[in-house]
């Protein structure tokens, strides 16, 4: 996305047209995000509240193992000189990330959620 991502941005181009019809499409689902301000934001809890969340503790960004993808990306990203070059760059390197790196970060997510339960929602080792 290009400039601030707002509540209202939020709602209008990520949750109206592809989360909440992809929820609404699945028998069983959990929503999870983090407390960043766009989602905590009162447009998005009230769109929200139409659909199942997970609660997220104040202080921990540990349960996200997509924050370890972006970590991934960061490390390979070549050096841009355009906006448009890193649009490419960002979107190649998104389509061969290693299934097996994911596969492995998300069945760390019982390990991530005890470790996070037992630091009482505060900083683990992940």
């Given at each position: 996305?290009r400039?601030?991502?707002?509540g209202?941005?939020y709602v209008?181009?990520i949750?109206?047209?592809?989360?909440?019809?992809?929820?609404n499409g699945l028998?069983v689902?959990?929503f999870q995000q983090d407390?960043?301000r766009?989602?905590t934001?009162?447009?998005?809890?009230?769109?929200?509240?139409?659909f199942q969340?997970?609660?997220?503790?104040?202080?921990?960004?540990?349960?996200s193992?997509?924050?370890?993808v972006w970590?991934q990306?960061k490390r390979?990203?070549?050096s841009?000189?355009s906006?448009h070059?890193l649009?490419?760059?960002?979107?190649?390197?998104w389509?061969h990330?290693?299934?097996?790196?994911i596969r492995?970060?998300?069945?760390s997510?019982?390990d991530?959620v005890?470790a996070?339960?037992?630091?009482?929602?505060?900083?683990?080792?992940?």
């Open positions: 996305m400039g601030t991502l707002t209202q941005r209008d181009d949750l109206r047209p592809h989360v909440g019809p992809f929820l028998p689902a959990i407390n960043s766009p989602h934001a009162r447009v998005a809890q009230d769109l929200l509240r139409h969340t997970l609660p997220w503790p104040a202080h921990s960004p540990d349960l193992p997509v924050e370890h970590d990306l390979l990203m070549p841009c000189h906006v070059a649009e490419l760059a960002a979107q190649d390197l389509a990330l290693p299934q097996d790196n492995c970060l998300i069945n997510m019982p991530r005890a996070c339960i037992a630091a009482g929602g505060g900083p683990t080792h992940y």
